[in-house]
């Protein structure tokens, strides 16, 4: 069922197929998980609950292009399920929801997934279900993250200090938002 679609991707409804061994490696990866707040105790397919209701909205990441950017045949096209991305917290009075997302096939990262993946949900969020404010936050380091934001014309509004901890050290997180009508 496919709901939004992008260049090289199509988002479609998170449901309860995209539970997978695939999935389930992901969520206990370490590189994966460096910077996110899953991944510290292990999880099992059982533990894992389908989040998509009237207050966040799950999608399954799927893209058309192979490992090595060459676009597969077509019957293929868009088969490959390579990550996640969310729009949590829908507050319909305040009109504001806030974005996650995880490319779980480390094969795929750098190839510009995740910049067009953020495009379609913030534009679907802010344009489609009117809302007033997207916003997300991203742990100090985390380059890549904070680059796909910039990219999609968000704003860094604070540093939330010491709200993250990794192998003895803590840091801060990024708050960035972006409002209808940029
Ligand atoms: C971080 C993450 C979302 C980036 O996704 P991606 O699809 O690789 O990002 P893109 O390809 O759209 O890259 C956007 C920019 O960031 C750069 N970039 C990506 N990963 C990078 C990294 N690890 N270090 C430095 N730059 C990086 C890209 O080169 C690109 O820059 P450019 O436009 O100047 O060429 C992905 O690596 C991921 O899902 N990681 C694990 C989970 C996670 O951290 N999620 C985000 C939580 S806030």
Redesign the pocket.
Known sequence: MTYLVGKDIKLVKFTDRFITAKYIDWLNDQD?????FTGRIPISKEEITNRNDGNNIMFAIMCKLSADGDALVEEEFYSEFI?TISLNGIDWIIRKGEI?????EKS?????????AVKLVSDYALNRLNLHKVE????EG????I??LE?NGFKEYTVIPDDYWFEGKYYGAHRFYKLQGW
């Open positions: 994966v998980n460096r910077y996110l990550g996650g997302y995880m490319i779980g795929h990262w750098g190839a510009g997934i995740a910049t067009e997300a936050g991203v742990v985390n380059i890549g993250s680059k796909v990219k």
